[in-house]
């Protein structure tokens, strides 16, 4: 089943946002959940990952602003974007890594974050 992103919109750079990756069933609070972007004609992109223990990474070109976290009450992984960027514009999408490229769900309908300088 795949996750549902939302919490997208359009916004001036230097403003936030907070994105949502809702889950189901018993499993998800044992997950990695990672975040992932893909802009027109790129490659899909690899933004946060957090672990069942809490752990998280990010990429470098997010790094000092976005911070994921999860609720495991409520089956929902959490993206806060600070200071964003008109790079950081995307389709943002969130899914269950296993290792390397793979994902463990189907691929959701993304949520779209779209920033204006």
């Known amino acids: 089943v795949p996750l549902v992103e939302s919490g997208g919109g359009s916004v001036q750079a230097g403003e936030s946002l907070r994105l949502s990756c809702a889950g189901t069933?018993?499993?998800?609070?044992?997950?990695?959940i990672a975040w992932y972007r893909r802009s027109p004609g790129e490659e899909r992109e690899l933004v946060a990952a957090?672990?069942?223990?809490?752990?998280?990474n990010y990429a470098g070109s997010v790094k000092g602003r976005f911070s994921i976290s999860r609720d495991n009450a409520r089956n929902t992984v959490y993206l806060q974007m600070n200071r964003l960027k008109p790079e950081d514009t995307a389709s943002y999408f969130c899914?269950?890594?296993?290792?390397?490229?793979?994902?463990?769900?189907?691929w959701g309908r993304g949520t779209q974050v779209t920033v204006s300088s």
């Open positions: 899914n269950s890594p296993v290792g390397g490229n793979i994902v463990s769900r189907p």
């Open positions: 069933g018993s499993t998800f609070s044992r997950e990695t």
């Open positions: 957090i672990n069942s223990d809490g752990t998280t």
